[in-house]
């Protein structure tokens, strides 16, 4: 019941504090952001504190009232050490980096302290992240990391920054919500090839020929315009005329994926055109690719492969950027 309790008050305490500011790529730390409280040691160590003073009192024993002031002015000087020690922290998003379902997306900041103390044991966390606990040395790259388990836009949700350094008596923390998010890719699901329909397919081997410069195809009367290169000569020379010489390319079809081909359920679908996606970007292969009434023409390259996992990664989400 305690531990429910407690849950519920920290829920309310983190939904308050990222309302308090708009979502940003940038956040300095200063004392409106920054809450701090006695953790459970620092609160066993204030009621030392205020039974050493009942002692001191009842014995009047000059010795216990010494030992309570001392050890007072350490656990007020570990408050201000604690603070300080988050206070002027300078915290910039860079970006987000896209996954795969079922992995963890990272998430790339940098974080500076421009004045003369370095903060130790900072202690960063997004709510359904990992931790991570660093010692800041002026300006410093960081990568967080969040599970990832649909497709689709993914963000990280509120930013966690705490410490309980040097004493570990007292908790300063805050919660920041940033602008950023990561493109969740579908999980890729391996098998053969679905259904892909070629274009422009020759008879001769599954290649086609297009305008080049690499193989021979054949001669054509030379027209003007033509370069003189391009004359055979010795067809000339047997008397036949002028003829042109003709190259061309030969590359494997275009190959198009196509969802309403593939079987499976709607994700099951996407899992393996990702897949496939992937392959055929490996092999250097053009594709294309059909999701419903939207197409993307045949090409090739990583820029190519990107938008088609987006594609993949937003399709039925009502997102397209």
């Known amino acids: 019941m305690g531990e429910s309790i407690r849950k519920r008050l920290q829920g309310r305490v983190r939904r308050w504090a990222l309302r308090r500011y708009p979502r940003s790529r940038s956040v300095t730390l200063t004392q409106n952001r920054i809450f701090i409280l006695p953790t459970g040691a620092g609160a066993g160590f204030m009621l030392l504190l205020i039974l050493l003073l009942l002692m001191g009192v009842n014995y009047e024993n000059n010795l216990i009232y010494a030992i309570t002031f001392l050890a007072t002015g350490v656990f007020l000087v570990s408050c201000l050490h604690t603070y300080n ?20 997306a990272g998430f790339e900041l940098e974080l500076e302290h421009p004045g003369g103390n ?10 359904q992240g990992l931790p991570l606990i660093l010692d800041l040395h002026e300006r410093q790259h960081v990568e967080l990391f ?3 388990p649909a497709r689709g836009w993914l963000e990280p949700g509120g930013l966690k920054l705490e410490t309980t350094f040097p004493l570990g008596l007292f908790r300063a923390w805050t919660w920041l919500d940033l602008d950023v998010r990561a493109l969740v890719y579908p999980k890729p ?13 020759s008879d001769l081997d599954g290649v086609q020929n297009r305008e080049g410069t690499d193989d021979f195809t054949g001669l054509e009367r030379f027209q003007s315009g033509m370069s003189l290169r391009q004359i055979d000569w010795k067809s000339y020379a047997r008397g036949r005329g002028l003829q042109a010489k ?3 390319d030969r590359q494997s079809p275009d190959i198009w994926l196509d969802l309403d081909n593939t079987p499976g359920t709607l994700e099951q679908r996407l899992s393996r055109l990702t897949h496939w996606v992937l ?7 053009r594709f294309g690719l059909r999701l419903g009434s939207r197409e993307l023409s ?3 390259g990583e820029q ?8 993949l990664a937003l399709y039925g989400r009502g997102e397209d950027t």
């Open 189 to 201: 699901i391996s098998g053969e090839l679905p259904n892909a329909r070629r274009s422009g397919q």
């Open 304 to 311: 190519h492969r990107h938008e088609a996992l987006k594609r």
């Open 298 to 300: 045949p090409a090739q």
């Open 279 to 285: 392959e055929l970007s490996r092999r250097e292969q």
């Open 146 to 148: 969040c599970a990832a």
């Open 118 to 127: 370095r903060p130790e044991q900072l202690c960063l966390q997004f709510e």
């Open 85 to 104: 020690n988050l206070a002027g922290t300078r915290l910039q998003v860079l970006r987000g980096n896209s996954c795969f379902a079922g992995e963890q």
């Open 246 to 248: 003709q190259f061309g």
